[in-house]
């Protein structure tokens, strides 16, 4: 019995066949009807899906996608789907139609075979795999990217023709579904975009100096290569022709970490070049080596980044992502928007390494002033009426750098008075430290000669007593600093600051000023 059983079982299944290939071509439905509910009631929808496939799918993918059964491509200009897939579903509603509808009749039971998996999708990966191996090459990204959203295309399109959402549940179950989806490597994907972006941004962060743009190319409003490409860089994940929404949260890490990348570079540069480390292979150079007028472009660019991250940049996002949920949404905003506020936070630690550099040429002007103690010591010059030379000299390298075309341009009044402000105070406290050295050590040699010269007048019987009224060389360095201090005062108010508000200076006053003026303060 069991050879006659296998013998019926082959003349049905050929019968069935021929049956079915006939009604196929003729587009019968009555005979294709009745053939399926034939293959259901045998549980055999694997042949009609087979048939299906071989006899209507395949001639017609293979207009599109020429291939050989060998698996040697046999004639393919390029690699790129979204045209073919444009023929194959336009040649899938004029040829499969008629079968799809009828395999999605209501109460039939014909929900049993799955023609759009096993035979349409499994047909097409079939011709892509060896008409085109190429399409699923990760290896040039963009082409890439463009084929694997024209497929996620060409199956939203497959679904259309499921009667209900459980249809399509079990149709994304399909085990060639499966395998049609893993043909797509996205972790390679955005590994080579990692590398391209983040590597572009590497680049730009390499070199030795800083790298000012031609104020023809910068459209961005930027003065900086290397800000410049932060930005390029940022917007590069985001691009349509970058960015897959499945792995959105990859690129969003990756745009925080291209913003901790610059922050970090900078505030490394920045330690560096107040700890003056430096040398032939330093990765720190640029900072080192960096005059203030260099720093305004950062200030600037700092400022300009900040804003248009926590501006534009975070308004692009938010559109690319109105999708998804409000809670997603602010955790995104929030995380976009401390990293701009990073870049905000570097602008005082920039301004404090111009004012440390500034204050640091104007206190070797300040230096001169110990030449007042060669001036007056063991000399016979009457006291001083008039500032030393030094003072005006002072502020000078402030002065230049304020009226700069730099500073002019690309600082705002808030910058320039912070850095006036605390070039000043600086400056100022270094003075102090100065005279003050130089007065207390006036004073001591003065006690140390008096003690010597009444010593010698003990020894030689003449009279200790001197007139109180003779102006001491101490006396005329005071008179001296005191005068000078008062032109730098003058000097600090055509700048803006108010002299009165600097702690040292007010202790400068109070070194030096006169026993009946140490109360004021007057310029």
């Not at 295309?153 to 009667?163: M, N, Q, R, S, T």
């Not at 790298?211 to 940022?234: A, V």
């Not at 400022?303 to 602010?330: M, P, Q, R, Y």
């Not at 200076?505 to 007057?522: F, H």
Request: glycine content about 6%.
């Amino acid at each position: 019995m069991e050879k006659r059983i296998q013998n019926a079982s082959s003349l049905l299944d050929t019968s069935l066949g021929h049956c079915f290939v006939d009604g196929l071509t003729h587009k019968d439905e009555n005979a294709v009807y009745n053939c399926l509910r034939a293959y259901a009631a045998v549980d055999n929808t694997q042949n009609a899906e087979d048939i299906f496939r071989s006899t209507v799918v395949a001639p017609l993918v293979q207009k599109v996608i020429p291939y050989s059964s060998s698996g040697v491509v046999s004639g393919s200009a390029g690699d790129e789907l979204e045209e073919d897939y444009k023929q194959i579903k336009h040649l899938i509603a004029e040829d499969c139609t008629f079968l799809l509808q009828i395999s999605s009749t209501e109460n039939s039971g014909f929900h049993v075979f799955s023609f759009l998996a096993n035979s349409i999708l499994k047909e097409v990966l079939w011709a892509i795999q060896h008409g085109k191996p190429g399409a699923f090459s990760p290896g040039r990204p963009t082409e890439f990217l463009k084929n694997y959203k024209s497929s996620l295309g060409f199956l939203a399109d497959l679904e259309g023709y499921c009667p209900s959402r459980s249809a399509v549940a079990n149709f994304r179950a399909e085990a060639v579904y499966v395998d049609f989806m893993k043909q797509w490597n996205i972790g390679v994907y955005f590994s080579l975009r990692f590398q391209e972006i983040a590597g572009s941004l590497d680049s730009a962060l390499v070199g030795s100096r800083l790298n000012p743009i031609q104020k023809s190319d910068s459209e961005h409003g930027l003065t900086l290569k290397q800000s410049l490409t932060l930005l390029e860089c940022l917007k590069s994940c985001w691009r349509e022709d970058v960015l897959l929404i499945s792995i959105s949260d990859k690129f969003l890490r990756l745009t925080l970490q291209l913003l901790s990348r610059y922050v970090n570079w900078l505030s490394a540069g920045l330690s560096a070049r107040k700890n003056r480390n430096s040398g032939p292979n330093s990765p720190f150079e640029w900072a080192v080596s960096a005059a203030p007028d260099d720093l305004i472009y950062v200030i600037h660019d700092l400022d300009h980044l900040a804003a248009d991250v926590c501006g534009n940049f975070i308004g692009h996002v938010f559109e690319i992502l109105k999708s998804c949920s409000t809670e997603e949404v602010d955790l995104v905003k929030d995380s976009i928007l401390q990293g701009g506020k990073s870049l905000k936070d570097l602008v005082p630690s920039v301004i404090d390494s111009i004012i440390d550099t500034l204050a640091e040429k104007c206190s070797e002007e300040v230096q001169q002033l110990q030449g007042i103690v060669a001036a007056y010591r063991m000399t016979k010059k009457p006291p001083p009426v008039r500032h030393s030379h030094y003072v005006s000299g002072v502020l000078r390298p402030l002065k230049v750098f304020l009226d700069g075309e730099r500073a002019t341009t690309y600082l705002t009044e808030d910058t320039k008075g912070k850095l006036v402000q605390g070039a000043a105070f600086k400056i100022t406290g270094r003075y102090y430290e100065l005279a003050a050295d130089t007065v207390n050590t006036a004073r001591k040699t003065e006690t140390s000669l008096q003690r010597i010269r009444q010593g010698a007048r003990a020894r030689h019987g003449a009279s200790s007593d001197t007139s109180g009224h003779n102006v001491t060389e101490t006396d005329k360095i005071c008179m001296q600093l005191f005068l000078d201090i008062q032109e730098y005062g003058r000097n600090l108010a055509t700048l803006g600051v108010e002299a009165a508000n600097i702690p040292s200076y007010t202790s400068l006053w109070q070194l030096v000023a006169p026993q009946d003026r140490q109360a004021e303060i007057r310029f």
